[in-house]
């Protein structure tokens, strides 16, 4: 595992199945004072057995242990039972956020064609239409990366500057293994 710890450190970052490597090699989680899981709505086996594995830690080996869980969409107070010890349940935080309107239109996609120039189409149409940006997103590295470079390439061919991806954007979120990650 790449890692940029030191005694220093006071949060670290991991994917859920590391974390749940970490919590089974050491059950009491040593030097660790409080997990976060974010984005708990998004089920997944490692998510949820990892959620399941601190919640028992917490209360056979750990009650000093402080076990935070965040989603923008769940029911906060059906979660909150299933984290609580007590019969009130685990307190709620609530932080209303902003609505903006949101426009939903099926394009279609022909079988034959790629999925990522697909999407960057969906995007130039979007632009050309609307006043504003866009907010595009996918999971997984590699379609997002292939959509950024379909865009850029429109945007330098066409001078688009409104419509140029992030510089940012595929180091922010994507890279290879061994490759050098943005700092």
């Known amino acids: 595992m790449d890692s940029k710890r030191s005694a220093a450190t006071r949060v670290t970052v991991v994917t859920e199945g590391i974390f749940v490597a970490r919590i089974q090699a050491?059950?009491?989680?040593?030097?660790?004072s409080a997990v976060l899981f974010d984005e708990v709505h998004e089920r997944s086996l490692d998510g949820d057995f990892g959620l399941a594995l601190a919640l028992e830690a917490q209360g056979a080996l750990r009650p000093d242990l402080r076990l935070v869980a965040m989603s923008a969409t769940l029911d906060g107070a059906r979660f909150s039972r299933l984290l609580g010890a007590t019969e009130q349940g685990a307190p709620v935080i609530e932080s209303e956020g902003r609505s903006y309107p949101l426009a939903l239109r099926y394009l279609g996609r022909s079988?034959?064609?790629?999925?990522?120039?697909?999407?960057?189409?969906?995007?130039?149409?979007?632009?050309?239409?609307?006043?504003?940006?866009?907010?595009?997103?996918?999971?997984?590295?590699?379609?997002?990366s292939a959509c950024i470079t379909c865009m850029a390439a429109w945007s330098r061919r066409r001078s688009a500057r409104r419509s140029a991806p992030s510089p940012m954007a595929r180091a922010s979120w994507c890279w290879r293994r061994g490759s050098p990650r943005p700092a």
């Open 26 to 32: 050491d059950p009491e989680l040593t030097g660790v």
């Open 111 to 144: 079988g034959d064609g790629r999925i990522e120039d697909a999407m960057a189409s969906a995007i130039r149409q979007a632009l050309r239409e609307a006043e504003g940006g866009v907010l595009a997103g996918w999971r997984g590295c590699r379609r997002r």
